[in-house]
């Protein structure tokens, strides 16, 4: 995707990303229990960290933990003690486009890119609250958050966006299927596998 300027960049945060962003940290997200989740878990960061967390927009691909991460959205980091979620307005833009290029449906385009920034958002926010998150981590570790912090976000999150039939993308579909086939377990040998397959070393 050639890179986006600025001001492209800046109009899609404003227009496309930052409301579904603020309609969860102002408690008016319209699936409930999603928005129930979303406050426990920001509470649950204040304990922890001893203050609120950030959501800091990027125009442009960063390098976080020593990875280009221009095709990943959204992740979270401490900085100095500080809780972060990172969006990535350009990897956002691309995902809109392959959305657009799927579909010429105006408001699932809009539906199922709603649930691409949520899932994103409650995703992060599961490694934050839980302390799932750390510098450096070696492959095995990382493996271990994520297969726990996929759990969470399928059971309290991708289980409302399924019960209430919202679209999402199927990818996430597929996801959730496995963990019910796992028996709602993140030990289970399947989930892990799926979880290794997620994030295969290059
Ligand atoms: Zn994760």
Redesign the pocket.
């Known amino acids: 995707m050639q890179q986006p300027s600025h001001e492209e960049a800046t109009a899609f945060w404003e227009n496309e990303i930052q409301p579904h962003v603020s309609q969860l940290m102002t408690g008016k997200y319209s699936l409930r229990p999603v928005q129930e989740r979303y406050t426990l878990n920001a509470n649950r960061i204040v304990q922890r960290y001893s203050q609120s967390y950030l959501v800091q927009p990027y125009n442009t691909a960063i390098q976080l933990a020593g990875k280009q991460v221009e095709y990943n959205p959204i992740?979270?980091k401490i900085e100095n003690g500080k809780p972060l979620v990172a969006v990535f307005i350009q990897a956002f833009m691309a995902g809109m486009n392959k959305l657009r290029s799927l579909t010429q449906d105006p408001h699932l385009i809009n539906a199922t890119f709603e649930a691409v920034v949520v899932i994103g958002m409650m995703?992060?926010m599961?490694?934050l609250a839980n302390g799932?998150i750390g510098a450096d981590l070696d492959y095995e570790k990382m493996i271990e958050?994520?297969r726990l912090?996929?759990g969470e976000?399928c059971e309290h999150t991708l289980e409302h966006f399924a019960t209430t039939r919202k679209p999402v993308l199927e990818s996430q579909v597929k996801l959730y299927q496995k963990w019910v086939a796992c028996g709602r377990s993140a030990d289970h040998p399947e989930w892990i596998a799926e979880i290794r397959r997620m994030y295969r070393q290059a």
């Open positions: 992740a979270c995703h992060e599961e490694h799932w958050f994520e912090a996929h976000t």
